[in-house]
């Protein structure tokens, strides 16, 4: 059955005008981020988003989300780590076109890397839209592995090419969310490579896990694949110490169950959520809180 015209009449006018929009503020400011030193473009961009992301639907859903998860802060604080959640959203924005140059220079304090240098069954990085997200294929690229990841195709096919990018940073490859990313998972495993996962958004088909106290579809293809191929699973945190200077921390291997049964599984995926939430709690201001983590209800 196909849509109806209203419905289509607004899908062309999405796509003929404010896609093309979209993608022209978008490489206006890469184009500028890219030309400024990665300090002065991490902190340009985060004070821009800081005076527009306020002014976006995604700040109510944020401070939703914020109330759900954290019922206790006051109205005061939770104003604040919304205030740092734009600020370290626009340094990602103004730090990506830099992103190698993060690790080249220095700006990036790696621990843990001895867990995973001898590691020669590839295996999973598993981390969240925490401090700035894209620099955790380093936590493998620094120690010489290729790294694949999943990704969520972009609505805007005009940038699509910001994706590609991407793709040569990482030195492996990426697959599609959806059946491809399952495909995927075991390609990359099968070639020895370390899969780059940031499992901290609500997925379709996962499994209901605790998250803040609220069951929250949770991916957990990665858990039944590391405990079908015998793989590790690794946690990748990163924290912004401050500006554009971050701490990378690899962790040692994470505890499996030996079978991949339903509760097994759950056990495994409340323990990895309970991390992720560890990790927002010290550092509520670095999460990227506008994601539908739990029902559209919120």
């Known amino acids: 059955m196909s849509d109806p015209l209203p419905k289509v009449i607004l899908r062309l006018i999405r796509q003929i005008i404010f896609w093309p929009l979209e993608a022209l503020l978008v490489f206006i400011l890469f184009g500028t981020a890219r030309i400024l030193p990665v300090a002065i473009a991490s902190v340009c961009m985060g004070l821009v988003m800081s005076l527009l992301g306020p ?65 020669e069954t590839g295996g999973f990085l598993i981390s969240a839209h925490m401090s700035n997200w894209e620099l955790g294929p380093f936590a493998a690229r620094s120690v010489g592995k290729k790294v694949a990841a999943i990704y969520r195709p972009l609505n805007n096919p005009f940038l699509a090419g910001l994706l590609a990018r991407r793709q040569r940073t990482f030195g492996g490859e990426m697959f599609p969310k959806g059946r491809e990313a399952a495909l995927g998972m075991i390609s990359a495993i099968r070639k020895k490579q370390f899969m780059c996962l940031l499992i901290d958004q609500k997925l379709r088909e996962g499994m209901a896990v605790p998250f803040f106290g609220h069951p929250a579809n949770t991916p957990i293809g990665h858990i039944k694949v590391a405990i079908k191929k015998k793989v590790p699973i690794f946690y990748v945190q990163m924290v912004r110490i401050s500006g554009c200077h971050f701490r990378l921390t690899i962790s040692p291997v994470i505890d ?26 010290q550092h509520p201001e670095q999460w990227f809180w506008p994601h539908r983590r739990w029902t559209k209800d919120i």
């Open 55 to 119: 002014l976006t639907p995604w700040h109510k859903r944020a401070r939703r989300n914020l109330v759900y998860a954290m019922p206790h802060l006051s109205y005061a604080k939770q104003s604040q780590i919304l205030r740092g959640m734009w600020m370290n959203l626009g340094r990602v924005i103004g730090e990506y076109p830099h992103i190698n140059k993060l690790v080249d220079k220095g700006y990036v304090e790696f621990i843990g890397q001895e867990h995973i240098r001898d590691v």
């Open 256 to 281: 499996l169950p030996d079978h991949d049964d339903d509760d097994s599984v759950l056990e495994a995926a409340t323990a990895i959520n309970k991390t992720i939430e560890d990790w927002i709690t």
